[in-house]
């Protein structure tokens, strides 16, 4: 079975092209919180209230950590997807993460960061543009087929 650790941005529907495309193969996957609001707010809703909106979302970010680094540590493959609309900080963090522990890293973005994300894009072992790409990836690394 191949672990997959879905990082990135949550505002398109990725994830699902990603897993609905790899039905069938011997496949699992994990990935952050992407429900918005659970994923800010995790820190005062289980630890308590912050009158200072640094120490909420630092509160929410040690415990989005936690489940982070499990996942990618327990990752066989680590995809991270660079959206259009916001500049994701921490999907460059994740890929650097991935990285450092030697990870079988795959990036997905458009062909309008393929300059600001250069250095990401040559710690991967490969650079997709379509959620689709990522499926015949995991389909030719679990079966040794090519896409028909």
Same mark, same amino acid.
Request: charged share 25%; with cysteine.
């Given at each position: 079975?191949?672990?997959?650790?879905?990082?990135?941005? %949550?505002?398109?529907?990725? /994830? !699902?092209?990603?897993?609905?495309?790899?039905?069938?193969?011997?496949?699992?996957?994990? *990935? &952050?919180?992407?429900?918005?609001? @659970?994923?800010?707010?995790?820190?005062?809703?289980?630890?308590?209230?912050?009158?200072?909106?640094?120490? +909420?979302?630092?509160?929410? @970010?040690?415990?989005?950590?936690? /489940? $982070?680094?499990?996942?990618? !540590?327990? @990752?066989?493959?680590?995809?991270?997807?660079?959206?259009?609309?916001?500049?994701?900080?921490?999907? #460059?963090?994740? #890929?650097?993460? @991935?990285?450092? =522990? *030697?990870?079988? =890293?795959?990036?997905? +973005? *458009?062909?309008? +960061?393929? +300059?600001?994300?250069?250095?990401?894009?040559?710690?991967?072992?490969?650079? #997709?543009?379509? &959620?689709?790409?990522?499926?015949? %990836?995991?389909?030719?690394?679990? $079966?040794?087929?090519? &896409?028909?």
């Amino acid at each position: 079975m191949l672990r997959v650790y879905l990082s990135g941005e %949550i505002h398109t529907d990725w /994830r !699902e092209r990603i897993t609905k495309g790899a039905e069938g193969l011997d496949v699992t996957f994990t *990935g &952050p919180v992407t429900d918005h609001a @659970a994923s800010d707010d995790c820190g005062v809703a289980i630890l308590g209230a912050e009158d200072d909106k640094f120490w +909420h979302d630092r509160k929410g @970010a040690q415990l989005n950590a936690i /489940r $982070t680094r499990k996942g990618i !540590e327990e @990752a066989d493959v680590v995809v991270v997807r660079f959206g259009d609309q916001y500049k994701q900080w921490n999907a #460059a963090f994740d #890929a650097g993460y @991935a990285a450092a =522990l *030697g990870k079988s =890293l795959v990036i997905l +973005h *458009g062909p309008d +960061h393929a +300059h600001a994300l250069k250095e990401v894009d040559a710690a991967a072992l490969a650079v #997709a543009s379509e &959620p689709e790409q990522v499926v015949q %990836i995991l389909r030719y690394v679990l $079966t040794g087929t090519l &896409p028909g």
